[in-house]
């Protein structure tokens, strides 16, 4: 089992206390050009400034190839496993989308990256259904502003 998951569960009340708190930031993970690659082969998007170096030294203000978008806010899922905490009696959580997402940097290959997590919601929608929202900020290793913000939304169902 992954080492995230073992983290104690949080009663319902305590995460709903941690609304409009940061519940933590994630570990700093790799954007190689190898993980650039295979996101391209799985997405079939080759655009040249995502997987030819050469080419994007030379024709792009990047000077190298950067991360497709979509790869950088895929890498949330687990950032947040990391920090976020489980609810007792949770029997799973699912996506609910996006009221907002912002690219605001293009994350360049080699370059690490990490999650800032803001509880901003947590209500119960349903007797057995919570929907949260997370304030995400992917952070660029060395760089001040952004890769990205997301309103993220989330569905708890309770057993």
Excluded: C
Aim: hydrophobic residues 40%; aromatic residues 10%.
């Amino acid at each position: 089992m992954n080492e995230v998951w073992k983290k104690p569960p949080v009663s319902l009340e305590t995460y709903q206390g941690m609304v409009g708190k940061e519940i933590g930031v994630s570990s700093w993970h790799l954007i190689d050009q190898g993980r650039i690659d295979t996101y391209a082969d799985v997405i079939e998007d080759h655009q040249f400034i995502h997987v030819d170096p050469e080419r994007a030294k030379k024709e792009t203000e990047f000077g190298t190839t950067i991360a497709h978008g979509f790869l950088t806010m895929s890498l949330m899922s687990i950032m947040s496993y990391e920090v976020m905490p489980l609810v007792e009696g949770a029997a799973m959580g699912v996506n609910y989308g996006f009221d907002k997402l912002r690219f605001i940097s293009p994350v360049r290959a080699g370059k690490r990256v990490r999650g800032r997590f803001v509880l901003a919601e947590a209500r119960l929608r349903k007797p057995k259904e919570l929907q949260s929202r997370t304030n995400v900020t992917i952070e660029i290793e060395g760089e001040d502003r952004p890769a990205l913000v997301a309103d993220w939304l989330g569905l708890i169902y309770f057993k």
